[in-house]
């Protein structure tokens, strides 16, 4: 398995200007979440135009399925276009993308929850925010997102404190 290097994989949709937001475990870390994550996972846009930007990217990330990943089966168009999760392993380590997550949200429904950061030389990403990643761990209630929970609620406490205004 190929080493993780979630920054390459960031910036390499950003520079092909995908429209995406992290979520997940990479998320949290980005807003300031000590958290370890084993993979990127990002909601993107589905259209058309968004989609054509994207699979260049995947291609040149040597993207192929995680399951059976000798067979080196590759996303294609219709893959990326529809809703569901692409469990990708890529050379930089694994990318999760997926059309929807929790309750069907769609990369339009996070994007109000999303802001933006910047991850190191100057590449901007958009982040789900903590009060959003928040309800979707309490909606996916796997084991691993409830053991989370805890750490993301002290964080947004935490932010929460310091953009009140002191009196």
């Known amino acids: 398995m190929p080493e993780s290097d979630f920054f390459d994989i960031l910036a390499a949709l950003r ?25 990127v996972d990002i909601v993107h846009s589905r259209d058309a135009a968004n989609v054509a930007r994207l699979l260049p990217v995947l291609e040149s990330l040597d993207a192929v399925f995680r399951i059976q990943p000798e067979r080196r089966i590759k996303p294609n168009s219709s893959y ?25 949200l769609t990369y339009a429904d996070l994007l ?11 590449i901007l990403v958009r982040v789900l925010d903590l009060e959003t990643l928040i309800s979707l761990k309490e909606d996916l209630g796997t084991e691993k997102d409830r053991a989370m929970l805890p750490l993301l609620r002290q964080a947004l406490e935490e932010q929460r404190r310091r953009e009140r205004p002191v009196c």
């Open 15 to 39: 520079r092909s200007e995908v429209d995406f937001i992290l979520v997940g475990g990479l998320a949290a870390a980005v807003v300031g979440v000590v958290s370890s994550t084993l993979d």
């Open 112 to 122: 109000p929850h999303s802001v933006e950061k910047d991850i190191g030389d100057g």
């Open 80 to 104: 990326v276009s529809g809703p569901g999760h692409l469990n990708l392993i890529t050379r930089f380590g694994p990318l999760d993308v997926l059309g929807t997550i929790g309750r069907g």
